[in-house]
């Protein structure tokens, strides 16, 4: 599984990674194959705009989180998911534990300080401890294309929960900018697709 991915993110335009996290992850680009998704099983988050965090596991695997708009795991083989089209996906993982987190951070999420939530309830349950936590801030829209700058307001998150600045990756991608790779909301309305965010610990 963990190969497959790398594999299929080398050279391709499907999936794209961060060198910075050590663990099988990535986001999907414009038109990729959902059945080409090589986590078999995932758990989902409802995503209604909320900074609801989720502790998930096994039994949990091929569900959708109501209320939920993060989700963490310290559990092997439990594939977590998000899905996006302009918002921010915020990717964490803590290899010391393991642990790993993913956040669907639109405007309202990234207002309610999701991110730093998500790292709070990582340390809580988990004993994650910030300064090992390793995190990817995906493509999403930049400043260039709306009014308000998630990246950085999400960047502060991080940093602001004690994770060292050299320790976070922000995808220099904005969805609204690169049409041939992505969906953007803001630019091709309601009706567009969704980009795939998957992140698990490496078996
Ligand atoms: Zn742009």
Redesign the pocket.
Known sequence: MTEKASKTSKGSSELLTSKLIKAPHYITTRGFDLNKIDFRQVVTAEQVHSNRVAVVGKTDLSKTIPGADALITAEKEVALAVRTADCVPVFLYDDKTPAVGLVHAGWRGTAMNITAKTLRTMEKEFGSRPEDVKAWIGPCI?A??YDCDLVELNLYQLIGSGIEAERVEVSPL?T??EQSLFYSYRRDGSGTGRLYSLISIPI
Do not use: A, D, R, Y
């Open positions: 930049k260039c294309c904005c609204g900018c």
